[in-house]
């Protein structure tokens, strides 16, 4: 049987969008006071007429689609995957009126990116840019981080029935308070108090540096979003490189390391118990993943540079962290990391593949079913040495000891068919156009895991069909394919009726 | 014979750094670094930003969109920079003798140039920020536009308000 939704649960899907495009409008006004603050006026022209347009279109859709029926679990992964193609389409519309891009398509691809934390850009003269524009950059980041319905979830007052569809399907599998919606405000919380704290280090290591202090508060702000929300956008075209400050590159790895861990283990280390964070099975396969990459990557970098260890060390550990934190930012040009032996980039890769802490703001395959899939070959593998008699148990633990189940396993599984099919076929779509092998596979793990580490690929110069290919990846990937195939599935329903 | 002299004229032509009277591009050098690596060169770009540091600043610098940092030992004279290149600014433009290092290990292994010495060669300036008559048009009808649909919406909300409130 295949499921198909009424016409009153179709109307009810476009009002929810109309309110959401509603609510984006309304975040308009966040850019907009800076730069009426700043007196940036034809930035505050360009934020003031995104908003009076996605407050039209919102109403309209409020207007032509009334609100029929509570949406049924499934269509709340449609509504998901919807806003996460809708909303960056209209947050692009600011950037597009900047002048720094060279098309609208180039513009949802900055915008696209900004929202699921992945980083490429394609912006032209970023040095010019005006700072309402910047922070718009880095607040959309911010916001696609934390989950754009996690956003408007902590905004309502009562819980609906779809809540829960809509949660899981911006992939979140995990809720750390009994509700949807106090789980939604803890997790702001924790990001508004890391937010202030962060900030104020950044921007006085700023000031260290030698910038000047507007600059290194607004770098401060810039960097905290980007970093704790894994995103890898940066105010200039240098990266971390721009201000020549190794304290300020540790300070950013913390933050980024940060922004990679389970929102559930920052509860633990907040109100519980910190030593959790030492037996979770997240953390665990972090460590391992982290330190084998960061062996071999040294390993192949000392063999073929001859630069000192020490420079080594430090731009392997950025480097690896990273790209497993999917944070994206750099502390190397994009020279550099082409000069880099072809064996380093493939651990780079693996690290950008492998992700972060599941409901983090990383992306990726995700460490939790990294460690999963692990398990699961060490328990088969014992099953081959010991006697047929013997009868064993796997468990894992993660905030409790669970049971290593089937069912468990092969959803982690699916996942991770998925994320490779996708790293892969980028890769292929890139060979296709004209790419070597490597660097194609690189920048499309990058996009699709949602890191923004690049080999020079993305580029405003690059064919449209590879800028298409990465948006519909970033798109996917921060979704975790789950939202993206529900609705393909209703998609094609819709068509069988 | 006349192959060593078309040989000659080849490598002539093709190294950038003998086409005397020219600056080289950020871009050229970042493109071709492991042939720049450690020569001296001269490039002339916008002061992005200038760091002091104590034995010395790093004087951040833009050109065609690509960027560099650049070491200035406290012994280098450095011109007055007044400009930054930023939203509101057109930063000053410098000229820079230096040597370029791809992986300069005694500055954390940046790509960067050591200045040996810097001239200022035109002042940078403000930019407009007046808004132009095409993004004023632009907010005038879209706000117009929202006025009119925020205005039916409101209308038909308080009529299926009061038709709700009679049942």
């Known amino acids: 049987m295949i499921f198909s939704p009424s016409k009153e649960s179709i109307s009810s899907l476009l009002n929810l969008l109309g309110r959401l495009l509603c609510f984006l409008g309304l975040l308009f006004?966040?850019?907009?006071?800076?730069a009426l603050f700043l007196g940036e006026n034809p930035a505050l022209f360009d934020f003031l007429t995104s908003l009076f347009i996605t407050e039209t279109i919102g109403l309209l859709f409020l207007l032509f689609f009334p609100y029929k029926q509570d949406l049924d679990y499934s269509l709340a992964f449609l509504l998901v995957a919807l806003v996460w193609l809708i909303l960056p389409l209209f947050s692009a519309l600011p950037l597009w009126f900047s002048g720094h891009f060279k098309s609208f398509l180039d513009a949802f691809f900055d915008s696209m990116s900004g929202f699921t934390t992945t980083g490429l850009s394609l912006i032209r003269d970023l040095d010019h840019l005006s700072y309402s524009h910047n922070f718009f950059r880095h607040f959309i980041m911010f916001l696609g981080g934390q989950g754009i319905i996690i956003v408007?979830?902590?905004?309502?007052?009562?819980?609906?029935?779809?809540?829960?569809?809509?949660?899981?399907?911006?992939?979140?599998?995990?809720?750390?308070?009994?509700?949807?919606?106090?789980?939604?405000?803890?997790?702001?919380?924790?990001?508004?108090?890391?937010?202030?704290?962060?900030?104020?280090?950044?921007?006085?290591?700023?000031?260290?540096?030698?910038?000047?202090?507007?600059?290194?508060?607004?770098?401060?702000?810039?960097?905290?979003?980007?970093?704790?929300?894994?995103?890898?956008?940066?105010?200039?075209?240098?990266n971390l490189s721009y201000y020549h400050s190794l304290s300020l590159e540790l300070a950013t790895l913390i933050v980024m390391l940060l922004g990679s861990l389970n929102f559930n283990l920052h509860y633990f280390l907040w109100r519980k118990n910190p030593k959790e964070i030492l037996k979770n099975i997240e953390t665990r396969t972090f460590f391992i993943s982290f330190s084998l990459l960061f062996i071999f990557l040294n390993l192949t970098l000392a063999l073929s540079s001859k630069l000192p260890l020490l420079e080594l060390f430090r731009k392997g550990l950025y480097q690896i962290l990273t790209a497993?934190?999917?944070?994206?930012?750099?502390?190397?040009?994009?020279?550099?990391?082409?000069?880099w032996p072809e064996g380093s980039l493939?651990?780079?890769?693996?690290?950008?593949?492998?992700?972060?802490?599941?409901?983090s703001t990383t992306g990726g395959i995700k460490l939790m079913r990294i460690g999963l899939l692990f398990k699961s070959i060490v328990a088969e593998v014992k099953?081959?040495?010991?006697?047929?008699?013997?009868?064993?148990?796997?468990?894992?633990?993660h905030l409790q000891d669970f049971l290593l189940e089937d069912r468990r396993v092969k959803l982690a599984f699916i996942v991770f068919f998925f994320y490779l099919l996708s790293y892969l076929g980028g890769a292929v779509i890139g060979v296709l156009l004209g790419y070597p092998f490597l660097p194609a596979l690189f920048e499309s793990t990058s996009a699709s895991?949602?890191?923004?580490?690049?080999?020079?690929?993305t580029s405003p110069q690059m064919p449209v069909l590879l800028k298409l290919t990465y948006i519909i990846q970033m798109w996917a990937g921060r979704l975790e394919f789950v939202s993206v195939v529900a609705s393909l599935g209703i998609i094609i329903s819709l068509f069988k009726k | 014979m006349r192959k060593i002299f078309l040989l000659f004229l080849l490598i002539l032509t093709n190294m950038p750094c003998l086409q005397a009277g020219e600056f080289i591009k950020i871009k050229e050098l970042l493109a071709k670094s492991s042939f720049w690596d450690s020569k001296e060169v001269e490039v002339k770009a916008e002061v992005l930003d200038v760091l002091r540091r104590k034995k010395g600043s790093w004087i951040n610098i833009l050109d065609q969109g690509v960027s560099l940092g650049v070491w200035v030992p406290k012994e280098v004279e450095l011109p007055q920079i007044i400009y930054l290149a930023g939203p509101e600014e057109r930063g000053d433009?410098?000229?820079?003798r230096g040597r370029f290092y791809f992986n300069n290990p005694r500055h954390l292994g940046q790509t960067m140039i050591s200045a040996e010495k810097i001239s200022?060669?035109?002042?940078?300036?403000?930019f407009s920020l007046e808004p132009s008559l095409k993004k004023r048009r632009a907010l005038f009808l879209w706000a117009l536009l929202f006025l009119i649909t925020g205005t039916v919406y409101l209308i038909r909300n308080l009529r299926y308000a009061r038709g709700t409130s009679k049942t």
């Not at chain 1, 047929?388 to 796997?394: L, T």
Request: glycine share 12%.
């Open chain 1, 324 to 339: 497993h934190t999917g944070c994206g930012f750099s502390n190397l040009t994009v020279s550099q990391l082409k000069s």
């Open chain 1, 449 to 457: 895991a949602n890191v923004g580490l690049t080999l020079g690929i």
């Open chain 1, 346 to 359: 493939v651990f780079i890769i693996i690290a950008m593949a492998l992700g972060g802490g599941v409901g």
């Open chain 1, 29 to 34: 006004l966040v850019p907009a006071a800076i």
């Open chain 1, 152 to 238: 408007a979830l902590s905004f309502s007052q009562k819980a609906s029935s779809y809540g829960v569809g809509l949660y899981v399907g911006e992939a979140r599998q995990e809720r750390i308070l009994p509700s949807i919606i106090s789980t939604s405000r803890f997790i702001w919380t924790v990001t508004l108090v890391y937010f202030v704290i962060g900030s104020l280090l950044l921007f006085l290591l700023g000031l260290k540096t030698g910038l000047p202090c507007k600059k290194a508060l607004f770098h401060g702000m810039f960097l905290f979003m980007a970093g704790f929300d894994t995103g890898g956008f940066t105010p200039q075209t240098l």
């Open chain 1, 383 to 397: 099953t081959w040495i010991f006697p047929v008699q013997v009868k064993m148990q796997e468990k894992y633990h």
């Open chain 2, 93 to 96: 433009l410098i000229r820079i």
């Open chain 2, 120 to 126: 200022l060669v035109k002042r940078g300036g403000k």
